[in-house]
């Protein structure tokens, strides 16, 4: 630790801008060791992943062959979720793509998505969230001041993907999550997870302006926790040696596919709330954790990566484009946000939870029946 109290992993570049992170005696951050353990435990292994991976592609097609699909896939536009449709496609899945238009997609993501999906033929269904119901859940996150403004976004692409599985009654959930490039890192430990609907109602309920969320699908608590019943979720990337580079090359190459610069930046706010809202009001940096992953599953090294981290997430004058059209299309004032940037950040207990009755869960069921129970949703049996 230098003199100021700063200190970063030596092993990755995660710091203690996250007060969430410990470290061990040889400066090892508990982000990097916890992924490393995760990687090891139900990561890719060559060879054994492979048949795995075939016996699930089987007993996928076997269980749905009355149905009209074997799966159900969210595609974004970035990188993993394209992946993961390419894989699914030489696996012979018949898929439902789902893409949910939030109302900030770049149209490049869009262009992506659409070339992808016209080569392989795959259904593609574009799920159009109701703007102004949108637009004010999000200037209320935006007034709220809590560390996570995309949970909007990522509650309305999940109860999205489920709505349509119950539609078109699939099985299977395919999951961009994985562990090579995200790792089991929690993102930023200040930030609330996008699951629970009781934060999200508290919050709109303090800042909105008293328009019904009724368009805006929420998850149930047993669909946020445990999932729909009798749906599997599977992390497909798990299931192969992913790497992002080499599948942003395959990707270009055989798509025309078009990289939009960092991760999650396939959206406008979210790029923004990323490279301008998190460092400036949290002090934090969410290209560590992308960058870390990176590092450990050896696509860049860490000098690399501290290289990267010392210039801009992306050029300033384009920052200041982004926040005027964020502002206008979300109709707050340039004063009105300078405040909220500059006020002390909002703690998210200030708001109703729903951790308190999972802590309760956990205290009757025990640690180890919780984690069982999801588990279960993983496994294809
Ligand atoms: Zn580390």
């Known amino acids: 630790m230098s003199m100021d109290g700063y200190q970063v992993c030596t092993r990755c570049v995660m710091d203690n801008s996250d007060p969430g992170i410990t470290f061990d005696e040889n400066g090892v951050c508990s982000s990097c060791t916890r992924y490393v353990e995760v990687r090891e435990l139900s990561g890719y292994r060559k060879g054994e992943s492979e048949k795995e991976l075939e016996r699930t592609a089987r007993v996928m ?7 009209e699909y074997d799966c159900i896939l969210g595609i974004s536009g970035g990188v993993d979720s394209a992946y993961m449709l390419l894989v699914a496609h030489e696996l012979g899945l018949r898929v439902l793509a789902v893409h949910v238009d939030s109302g900030w997609n770049s149209e ?8 992808m999906c016209q080569k392989l033929d795959v259904q593609l269904h574009t799920y159009v969230m109701d703007w102004p119901t949108m637009k004010e859940l999000q200037r209320a996150y935006m007034l709220s001041g809590v560390a996570n403004l995309d949970v909007p976004q990522d509650h309305l692409f999940c109860a999205a ?7 078109y009654k699939v099985k299977y959930i395919l999951n961009g999550s994985n ?3 995200e790792g089991a890192a929690p993102p930023f430990t200040m930030q609330h997870t996008y699951r629970d609907t009781w934060h999200l109602n508290s919050i709109y309920k303090k800042h909105g302006r008293g328009k019904s969320l009724k368009k805006y699908p929420r998850l149930s608590l047993w669909d946020a926790w445990m999932g729909i019943p009798g749906v599997t979720k599977i992390n497909l990337l798990n299931y192969v040696p992913y790497s992002k580079q080499e599948a942003m090359a395959q990707l270009t190459k055989e798509f025309g596919w078009e990289y939009y610069g960092g991760k999650h930046f396939e959206s406008r706010f979210t790029k923004y709330f990323q490279s301008v809202y998190l460092p400036m009001k949290f002090g934090y940096d969410k290209r560590k954790s992308h960058l870390s992953c990176l590092v450990l599953n050896g696509e860049m ?3 690399e990566a501290l290289e990267e981290l010392s210039q801009p997430p992306y050029p300033t004058q384009q920052q200041a484009e982004d926040e005027e059209y964020i502002l206008k299309k979300l109709d707050l004032t ?3 946000w300078q405040r909220i940037l500059h006020a002390p950040p909002t703690p998210d207990d200030s708001y109703a939870s729903q951790d308190k009755l999972f802590a309760l869960a956990k205290k009757i069921l025990g640690m180890r029946g919780l984690d069982k129970m999801k588990k279960d949703r993983y496994t294809v049996k």
């Open 61 to 67: 097609k076997e269980k749905s062959k009355d149905l």
């Open 108 to 115: 490049m993501a869009v262009r992506n998505i659409e070339k």
């Open 161 to 167: 993907i489920y709505e349509m599985a119950r539609k």
């Open 179 to 181: 562990i090579a490039t």
């Open 301 to 303: 090294t860490r000098e």
């Open 334 to 336: 340039a004063d009105e």
